[in-house]
């Protein structure tokens, strides 16, 4: 609508515009109201000009603006403001903005200027609505203020600090410098988080035949932040970031170079080819002509946290990993050299000492040269050896057995087999044997009590998978003049948190003797068999298993001695032997006719039984022959598993 008031002259003027939808140049609009009415001066009036769904070149929602000028006038060429008062809502960065202004319009453009608040500069816009040049200046802008969308997009919230710089626009290219004061940041699910920011950027855009060039240089030099499982502590000295390509209206972005410093820890120079799709963003290709990992900063800071969520925490480092290699289209050519690396763990489950390696990873090929001077697995030490791998782009293997010293014997893999063909089911394939060791000398170095005899074994069909050890093959382990057998055996993250440990266990005619010398438990002599059916394991306890051992009537010497009597009598919740106190302080051993004990353990109970039972109702733990004949009679059948334990760990310390 329009109307006119028409005076003494032009005095008396008013006019008053509305409009719907319309366009000028590259700005369009929903609604737009004008108010005019010059004052008795006929030069110098006041006008309002109020526009809603205001969009921009480049199809830029610029929100709402109002303009309200309290001294100006209505040229020929357009309105002109010498004080005025704008307001923004919603624009693309603003949620809401007031600033002072002035305009003035020319035969060629209008010249706005932004002269208080956080934003200032001017913007020159062309009557004919192309080339419009834009040169900003922000001072201590409170991020609080910015809107809300721009960091609900980058998946932000209860952000904090403030924003200073430059930003400079013209038809064929955008420019910038912007810093971040004190800044902070969360995320809805706390997977990204900040705090005490100071960083820096500078950008450059520069627009031409539907593609648009970029540079832009990052730095940060303060502060700490949370991305997922990666925390970055304060830097000692600035990361810095530069990427430098070109994006198109496709949906590709190419970084032609890309350089990466985290001094100390990681230094990186490459590029890549990324394009978005529906699904999301997919890697077509990367390289990098120069890769460098410095530990231990580089695990400290890039590795830890991932990796502490897999039960590796607090590793400590030191070492270098130099790389360079590029992937295109999920096709990996890779050469990799690593030196003086050193590993050890905390929780003493493995180290590796003053260890050199080189890695080639081709579509056809690939090798691994790994050696190293010392290597500890659950405290058991290995000396100096070395590792050789090779295959193709789907399997690697052994070039030659790999013998690991290991006390007065020896670990070796005679095959080993890694296929990474699918990334879901990567696996390792493996077959080892021990050659013998001294039982003494092991059990000395791992802290058990001390077992005589000689450990050998074979571990043939070994497979490694989603963090699952199984042994498909079983484990058949020669000691203790007997033999141990382990089959449908696996290991839930050996080296992760809360490992598991599931297996069936049978004992052939393990020599008692040798045994019981190795506890402080008391003597027995004769031959035992047994298992240990559905045995599971949680952190290497016992919480759950159906076991039992018992004797065997054709050993030739079968006797007990009086203090494995008294043990025996307190685990099996006997009271007492059936058979006189002054007796028992007479004789030291008693022949035995044969004697076993079970435990079925479920929710921490152990169920007990005995080799048979007894007309008391108990059970038979040890029955006697001969004499003086001594019967242990067990009348206890639930007992608390830890407290069990407990007890005999006590019986180990009398």
């Known amino acids: 609508m329009i109307f006119v008031l028409v005076g003494s002259g032009l005095a008396a003027a008013e006019l008053e515009i509305s409009s719907g939808p319309g366009r000028m140049g590259p700005l369009s609009w929903d609604q737009v109201d004008i108010f005019y009415r010059p004052e008795l001066a006929a030069e110098a009036g006041s006008w309002r000009l109020m526009a809603s769904g205001v969009t921009g070149p480049d199809a830029v929602i610029l929100g709402s603006i109002e303009f309200e000028c309290s001294s ?152 700490e932040m949370l991305f997922g499982q990666v925390y970055l502590p304060p830097v000692s000295e600035p990361l810095a970031l530069t990427l430098q390509g070109q994006s198109s209206g496709d949906g590709r972005w190419q970084i032609d170079h890309l350089e990466f410093e985290d001094p100390g820890a990681i230094s990186l120079v490459g590029g890549m080819v990324l394009d978005a799709g529906e699904a999301g963003w997919s890697l077509v290709h990367a390289h990098a002509d120069s890769l460098k990992l410095q530990f231990p900063l580089a695990w400290e800071r890039w590795l830890d946290g991932p990796l502490a969520a897999k039960g590796l925490a607090d590793i400590e480092t030191t070492g270098l990993v130099e790389a360079a290699g590029r992937i295109d289209n999920g096709e990996i050519d890779l050469e990799a050299r690593l030196e003086g690396f050193h590993l050890d763990d905390p929780q003493e ?99 058990f009590p001390e077992f005589g005899g000689v450990l050998s074994g074979t571990f043939p069909g070994v497979r490694y998978v989603d963090e699952v050890l199984s042994f498909t093959g079983g484990i058949d382990v020669q000691a203790f003049s007997g033999r141990i057998e382990m089959t449908d055996l696996a290991v839930e993250r050996p080296f992760g948190t809360l490992p598991a440990l599931a297996a069936q266990v049978e004992f052939h005619r393990l020599d008692l003797a040798e045994l019981t010398s190795a506890f402080n438990f008391g003597h027995m002599e004769g031959e035992m068999s047994g298992w240990m059916r559905d045995l599971r394991l949680l952190d290497w306890q016992p919480v759950a298993m159906d076991a039992r051992i018992f004797t065997h009537d054709d050993a030739r010497r079968r006797r007990i001695s009086q203090r494995a009597v008294e043990n025996l009598s307190n685990l099996g919740g006997a009271g007492g032997a059936l058979i006189t106190g002054t007796v028992l302080r007479v004789f030291d051993e008693f022949p035995y006719r044969r004697a076993g004990l079970a435990c079925r353990l479920s929710n921490n109970i152990c169920h007990i039984d005995g080799v048979a039972l007894h007309e008391s109702g108990g059970f038979y733990i040890v029955q006697g022959r001969s004499l003086p004949r001594l019967d242990i009679i067990g009348h206890r059948r639930l007992v608390d598993w830890p407290q069990l334990m407990r007890q005999l760990a006590a019986m180990m310390e009398e």
């Open 349 to 447: 489950r493995f180290s590796i000492d003053r260890a050199n390696a080189d890695v080639v990873i081709r579509d056809d090929y690939s090798s691994l040269v790994l050696e190293w001077e010392a290597l500890s697995l659950y405290g058991l030490p290995s000396g100096a050896s070395s590792l050789r791998m090779a295959g193709d782009g789907t399997r690697i293997s052994l070039a030659e057995p790999l013998r690991m010293p290991l006390l007065d014997g020896a670990l070796v893999i005679e095959r080993m087999l890694w296929e990474h063909a699918d990334v879901e089911e990567r696996e390792l394939l493996l077959d080892a044997r021990i050659e013998p060791l001294d039982l003494a000398e092991l059990t000395g170095l791992l802290g």
């Open 72 to 223: 100006g006038r209505m040229r020929p060429a357009g309105p002109e403001c010498d004080a005025g008062r704008m307001r923004w809502i919603d624009g693309p960065l603003l949620a809401d903005m007031e600033a002072d202004f002035r305009l003035a319009a020319g035969e060629r453009a209008y010249l706005f200027e932004l002269v208080s608040g956080p934003v200032q500069g001017q913007v020159r816009w062309p009557v004919n609505g192309e080339g419009i040049a834009v040169d900003l200046r922000v001072e201590a802008l409170p991020l609080a203020d910015v809107y809300g969308e721009v960091f609900d997009q980058a998946g932000l919230r209860d952000v904090a600090g403030e924003l200073s710089g430059s930003i400079n626009y013209s038809g064929h290219g955008l420019r910038g410098q912007l810093q971040l004061i004190d800044t902070a940041f969360d995320s809805p699910g706390g997977e990204m988080a900040g705090f005490a920011i100071e960083a820096e950027s500078t950008f450059e855009l520069e627009f031409k035949d539907g593609q648009t060039a970029f540079r832009i240089e990052l730095e940060q030099s303060a502060g």
